[in-house]
């Protein structure tokens, strides 16, 4: 049996949260699984669908971190474990065990300041795992180079799940929404100063220009969504844009699938770094070429002039001309069909062989 001790999990929604979600579930048809999960509203129907245990912990942040490692540590010393396997540093930090213990990394939770307190905590509970997981080589070199033991550190790319057929109805209504708009850009992430918005919507004044119907459609919320709205108007690009939050996966995936290239080129922002970006496999499985920042791990996910271009996510004068280069003789068509090759090796059944290799 193997725990999965995890701070993000479904019902709530996000990347962290599928990622548990799909590794637990792929675990659990080779191993007997029990997590141990943060509490959320209307788990009840989500957990009992599960053919794993599934038990929740509730109550204020620190408490909550306290009361889940003392339940842990109560059911290893009380039953036959192989190992735990933790979503973050922190779950794990408080979990006094002699068995195997892997943790996964991301990139901006370990990204803190060298000799630092909560660099000094990292590293301390890193060091003492049997291997630490990394979503990208820039997160592996990241963890290398604030002090994680390099032996102990590999990199394992987050998977996803074959795509679901696309719901008729929701392409329809795509259809209607966007009827001439074209070339098409979309963004899927919240808004936060890493994932560059501004910059975009700053390259989109001039593509305009040359491409008078294009259409940027911005699906998530965040921090930054007034001042990215004002930013729209400022520019007179509110016929260019358009914003979407609270849609049904039906609807996101279909304006996905309707678009002609993902972009997301991120920066790191204070100690904030795109560690993967598993939003730019979730879009080329619908054959939409990205483009990503070269701040980060985006060069795991996409292959730069194959599936997609990097670009330097500070350089507006970049980013506008790779946008322009992949819109020009429709080039974002060749890279669309590489991407979807591409994104097979992203597969969860094929991910899984590489955690067996570890854990077996």
Known sequence: MYLIVTRAFPPELGGMQSLM???????????????????????????????????????????????????????????????????HWKSLELIN????????????????????????????????????????????????????NKEKVIVINPGVDPVQELNKKSLEKVESLLKTKSPRLITVSRFDKRKNHEKIIMALRNLKQIHPDIVYICIGYGDEEENIKDLVKELDLGSQVMFFKDISSDLKNSLIAASDIFVMPSIIHKTSVEGFGIAYVEAAQYGIPSLGGKDGGASDAISHDKTGLICDGNNLDDIYSSLNSMIENKKYHVFGKNAKEYVS?????????????ILN
């Open 97 to 148: 065990t002699d068995k195997k213990k892997y943790c996964l990394i991301h990139g901006k939770e370990i990204n803190h300041p060298k000799g630092s307190s909560l660099n000094k905590r990292v590293v301390k509970v890193l060091n003492n795992v049997k291997k630490v997981i990394a979503n990208s080589e820039y997160t592996k070199n990241l963890a290398i180079n604030n002090g994680v």
């Open 21 to 87: 979600w799909g590794l637990t579930k792929e675990l659990s048809k080779n191993f007997m699984i029990k997590v141990f999960a943060d509490y959320q509203e209307n788990h009840k129907e989500f957990d009992k669908k599960e053919n794993f245990s599934i038990e929740r912990v509730g109550g204020i942040k620190f408490l909550r971190k306290i009361r889940k490692a003392q339940l842990v540590n109560e059911f290893l010393k009380e039953n036959k474990v192989q190992g735990v396997i933790a979503d």
């Open 345 to 357: 090796k992203f597969q969860w059944e094929k991910i899984l062989e590489e955690y067996k290799k």
